[in-house]
Nanobody
Framework: QVQLVESGGGLVQAGGSLRLSCAAS????????MAWFRQAPGKEREFVAT????????SYADSVKGRFTISRDNAKNTVFLQMNSLKPEDTAIYYC?????????????????WGQGTQVTVSS
């Protein structure tokens, strides 16, 4: 089992940057694909980015491609989401997720473990 704790959210002006972190418990972090999802008020949770177990391959939602970068440090059991050129429409709660069998999956159901989320608010 994996426990996930996100951090790094906050309030930022449009055009600014934030770096989210997700710390995982346990000694099997490197066996999980990791992903970030987000949920804006009144909307369904949506895929943002995912990274494979070894960190070599990544995939992004079209809405964040070229602005966000997902990475991981398996030695520190942590996955990151660097968010640049933020827009007001990026405002949401951002969730970290871990999936044992997921390979670049964009679907919620591929990820068995979820964090509590961290709020990101982008002002115009």
């Amino acid at each position: 089992q994996v426990q996930l704790v996100e951090s790094g959210g906050g309030l930022v002006q449009a055009g600014g940057s934030l770096r989210l972190s997700c710390a995982a418990s346990g000694r099997t972090f490197s066996s999980y694909a990791m992903a970030w999802f987000r949920q804006a008020p009144g909307k369904e949770r949506e895929f943002v980015a995912t990274i494979t177990r070894g960190g070599i391959y990544t995939s992004y939602a079209d809405s964040v491609k070229g602005r966000f970068t997902i990475s991981r440090d398996n030695a520190k059991n942590t996955v990151f989401l660097q968010m640049n050129s933020l827009k007001p429409e990026d405002t949401a709660i951002y969730y970290c997720a871990a999936g044992g069998s997921a390979v670049l999956s964009t679907h919620n159901s591929a990820y068995a473990y979820w964090g509590q989320g961290t709020q990101v608010t982008v002002s115009s």
